[in-house]
């Protein structure tokens, strides 16, 4: 599987995002999405997940209500829409699916893609 993330930049906070998360190499019916980021210094996170129905969701208290997770099984693309966005936000955002029959917990996941980064100013 290779995952394909962009979409990351600057932003001033309470502006908005949308990172994208391109799927090959796997039927995308077959993987949950998954979002962590990472900040400097700082252990990398759980954001947000998509079953691979699209059907259930889940996400971290921290971007709860602000951020919303979505698939198009046309597109193969998974998506991560920040809205409200807080300087604390700011990190290096990586996609990750899992073939796992139910959501993954954050250490169930097998393939990753590449950081993209997003950075907010206040």
């Known amino acids: 599987v290779q995952l394909q993330a962009s979409g990351g930049g600057l932003v001033q906070a309470g502006g908005s995002l949308r990172l994208s998360c391109a799927a090959s190499?796997?039927?995308?019916?077959?993987?949950?999405i998954g979002w962590f980021r990472q900040a400097p210094g700082k252990e990398r996170e759980f954001v947000a997940v998509?079953?691979?129905?699209?059907?259930?969701?889940d996400y971290a208290d921290s971007v709860k209500h602000r951020f919303i997770i979505s698939r198009d099984a046309v597109r193969n693309t998974a998506y991560l829409q920040m809205s409200s966005l807080k300087p604390e936000d700011t990190a290096v955002y990586y996609c990750?699916?899992?073939?796992?029959?139910?959501?993954?917990?954050?250490?169930?996941?097998?393939?990753w893609g590449q950081g993209t980064q997003v950075t907010v100013s206040s």
């Open positions: 190499g796997r039927s995308f019916s077959r993987l949950n």
């Open positions: 990750a699916a899992s073939e796992v029959l139910t959501l993954p917990a954050p250490y169930e996941y097998d393939y």
């Open positions: 998509i079953s691979r129905t699209g059907v259930t969701t």
